[in-house]
């Protein structure tokens, strides 16, 4: 089954203790991308990744790494994270870099710092 | 800054109603991209559209590019419809979201 693959689906942690939350698609899908959302801002993109070893920011990379060392992950690490972080975060892929393709989601994952 | 603004934000509907969720942006996208979110969270990609219009079932999605506007209408509202729709522009490999508009049909 095609699926863009998130864990942990939930994290309640500790301001300061480095995090990781991994994506995963097995579509062969070039395009990678991670958003969070937040309550009356919706959602915005953090960092996305057009190929192996290509990614670039988004609107609110601020706090936030990634790395795309193969084709079918795409990391999203909190090196020190911060109460502002908490959020519901989405990894997405899709067919090709550049925009005019569906993207598909995954199921998101609920981080709480505290 | 808000490159996409959606309406409204809340909605509630009889079952059966024909619905209508408004889109505009301001500025240039690629294409205009509409997303369904279910109360469990997960996110759907309904529709994407650079141009004309599309259909899938029940739900119509229209673009205006000279107007930068867009709609997406549902006919027939059932209650399995109430979720929060989403409108996204895009543009290079860039994403700019809508607040969404949370849709309530009521049987």
């Known amino acids: 089954e095609a699926q863009v693959t998130q864990n942990p689906r939930y994290l309640i942690t500790v301001t300061g203790k480095k995090l990781t939350v991994t994506c995963s698609q097995n579509?062969?899908?070039?395009?990678m991308s991670w958003y969070r959302q937040d309550p009356g801002l919706g959602l915005r993109q953090i960092y996305y990744?057009?190929?192996?070893?290509?990614?670039d920011k988004g609107d609110v990379p601020e706090g936030y790494k990634v790395s795309r060392k193969e084709k079918r992950n795409f990391p999203l690490i909190l090196e020190s994270p911060s109460p502002n972080q908490t959020s519901l975060y989405f990894c997405a892929s899709s067919y090709r870099a550049g925009s005019n393709q569906p993207q598909h989601f995954g199921d998101g994952t609920r981080l709480s710092i505290l | 800054k808000n490159e996409v603004e959606q309406s409204p934000q809340n909605l509630t509907a009889q079952e059966g109603e024909f619905i209508t969720i408004n889109c505009s942006y301001s500025?240039?996208?690629?294409?205009l991209h509409w997303l369904q979110q279910h109360p469990g969270g997960g996110i759907v990609s309904l529709f994407m559209l650079s141009s004309g219009k599309k259909k899938h079932g029940r739900l119509i999605a229209t673009i205006n590019i000279q107007e930068k506007h867009s709609s997406l209408h549902i006919t027939a509202s059932h209650p399995r419809d109430s979720a929060v729709y989403i409108c996204?522009?895009?543009?290079?490999?860039?994403?700019?979201f809508g607040t969404g508009t949370s849709l309530t049909v009521i049987p």
């Open positions: 990744s057009m190929n192996v070893e290509v990614t």
């Open positions: 500025v240039g996208i690629s294409a």
């Open positions: 996204a522009g895009s543009t290079g490999n860039q994403f700019y």
């Open positions: 579509m062969n899908h070039e395009y």
